[in-house]
Nanobody
């Protein structure tokens, strides 16, 4: 089992940047594929990015490709999401998730979830 805690959310103006972090404890984070999802008010939770156990493979939603970068440091049990050129439509609660299987874009594939961190982008 693994516990996930997100941090780094906040309020930023459009065009700005934020870096989200996800700290994993319990079972070694390198055992898991890690993903980021987000949920805006009155919308379903959606896939943002994912990274393989080794960090050698990544996947992104089309809406964030070229602006967001997912990375991981297995020695520190951390996963990060660097978000650049933020837009108001990026406003959401961002969730970190862990998956025992390969990279997936589907919520149901992920076994563990953090509590989320709020990101608000003002226009």
């Amino acid at each position: 089992q693994v516990q996930l805690v997100e941090s780094g959310g906040g309020l930023v103006q459009a065009g700005g940047s934020l870096r989200l972090s996800c700290a994993a404890s319990g079972r070694t984070a390198s055992s898991y594929t890690m993903g980021w999802f987000r949920q805006a008010p009155a919308k379903e939770r959606e896939f943002v990015a994912a990274i393989s156990r080794s960090g050698g493979s990544t996947a992104y939603a089309d809406s964030v490709k070229g602006r967001f970068t997912i990375s991981r440091d297995n020695a520190k049990n951390m996963v990060n999401l660097q978000m650049n050129n933020l837009k108001p439509e990026d406003t959401a609660v961002y969730y970190c998730a862990a998956d025992l299987r390969n990279i997936a874009r589907i919520m149901g594939s992920y076994d563990y979830w953090g509590q989320g961190t709020q990101v608000t982008v003002s226009s």
